[in-house]
């Protein structure tokens, strides 16, 4: 129940193209929905988050979309570039649990 | 505004030793958290520490322990130390849990031979 299942595992697509990762819970306790970037050599950095009261959240190239009935929630990355190349890790949380369960992440690689 | 430093780096220790990684937060932060990365399984939470205290704990056996110290800087020490226990030990820290922003040094490696 406390798991957060992401896929795919790794992920290629050209310059240009939209990169999509999804990831599935089943606590329905959850209500806070991250995701981080981690390049190599350095630690996860938050990237976007959404609460589960909206379906979507859009910064810049990088939206979230947001499914609570099917318990699923994606990013997608639009324009995807080189430097976007990067693990990304969906996490999910309950508010107060201080405790925030992570994906397995997908490694992304843009080709040029 | 310097962030989370972690310390050791690089980290090469044999079975049955112990091991000690050292966090210091960024300033301002109480919160404290540990993660294991270990290949393939993602960041596995491991401890909790606010104002010097335990506050929750992942799935992981007694070896595993730290403390937090009234800087708010933290040590996690791994005891009786088994090959699967390689991995990139992290440290994060925040400043309001409920935000979920959770701010990531760059992790000490442990290698176990």
């Known amino acids: 129940q406390q798991q957060v299942k992401q896929s795919p595992q790794s992920l290629i697509v050209q310059k240009g193209g939209i990169s999509i990762i999804n990831c599935a819970y089943e606590n329905t306790a959850f209500d806070y929905f991250p995701w981080y970037q981690q390049f190599p050599g350095k630690g996860p950095a938050l990237l976007i988050a959404i609460r589960p009261d909206v379906s979507e959240k859009k910064e810049g190239r990088f939206t979230i979309s947001f499914n609570k009935s099917a318990k699923q929630f994606s990013l997608h990355i639009m324009d995807s570039q080189p430097g976007d190349s990067a693990t990304y890790f969906c996490?999910?949380?309950?508010?107060?649990?201080?405790?925030?369960?992570f994906g397995q992440g997908t490694r992304l690689t843009i080709n040029p | 505004e310097a962030g989370v430093t972690q310390s050791p780096t690089h980290l090469i220790k044999t079975r049955g030793q112990q091991a000690t990684l050292r966090c210091s937060p960024i300033s301002g932060h109480t919160s404290v958290y540990w993660y294991q990365q270990a290949l393939g399984l993602g960041l596995q939470f491991l401890l909790w520490?606010?104002?010097?205290?335990?506050?929750n704990r992942g799935n992981f056996p007694p070896r595993f322990s730290g403390r937090q110290f009234p800087n708010y800087s933290s040590e996690l020490n791994v005891n009786a130390l088994e090959l699967e226990d390689s991995a990139l030990y992290l440290c994060a820290s925040s400043l309001l849990m409920n935000t979920g922003e959770l701010f990531f040094g760059e992790g000490s490696r442990l290698t176990v031979l």
């Open positions: 996490a999910a949380s309950i508010q107060g649990a201080q405790k925030l369960v």
């Open positions: 520490y606010d104002e010097g205290e335990e506050r």
